[in-house]
């Protein structure tokens, strides 16, 4: 049974840092692709960004480009999104995504019914 926990969320003043984390089990950490999502209150889940099981190759929304990095560690199956320069309408509900099934990955990776296997969110509120 595959399962994603995030983890890292919290309340940072704009400008700010954090690190979010996702554990994930179930399988092994280098098989699927993987992505963040984020839901603000009110609208739609959209993605923020991915990297490719295959060679590690990663894609960001142009809103966060330059700011957030993400990575992931296969020997400890855990996907992470540096989030720097943090702003205010970065807050949202964040989601830790994995298994792309839809390709060309480049493609539909943003699309949330992309992705077969969801973890439950950690919020991120950014003041100014």
């Known amino acids: 049974q595959v399962q994603l926990v995030e983890s890292g969320g919290g309340s940072v003043q704009a400008g700010g840092s954090l690190r979010l984390s996702c554990a994930a089990s179930g399988y092994a950490g280098y098989a699927y692709s993987m992505g963040w999502f984020r839901q603000a209150p009110g609208k739609e889940r959209e993605g923020v960004a991915v990297?490719?099981?295959?060679?590690?190759?990663?894609v960001y929304a142009d809103s966060v480009k330059g700011r957030f990095t993400i990575s992931r560690d296969n020997a400890k199956n855990t996907l992470y999104l540096q989030m720097n320069s943090l702003k205010p309408e970065d807050t949202a509900m964040y989601y830790c995504?994995?298994?792309?099934?839809?390709?060309?990955?480049?493609?539909?990776?943003?699309?949330?019914?992309?992705?077969?296997?969801w973890g439950q969110g950690t919020q991120v509120t950014v003041s100014s």
């Open positions: 995504a994995a298994h792309l099934t839809v390709g060309p990955w480049s493609v539909t990776w943003y699309r949330r019914q992309s992705w077969k296997y």
């Open positions: 990297i490719t099981a295959r060679d590690s190759s990663t």
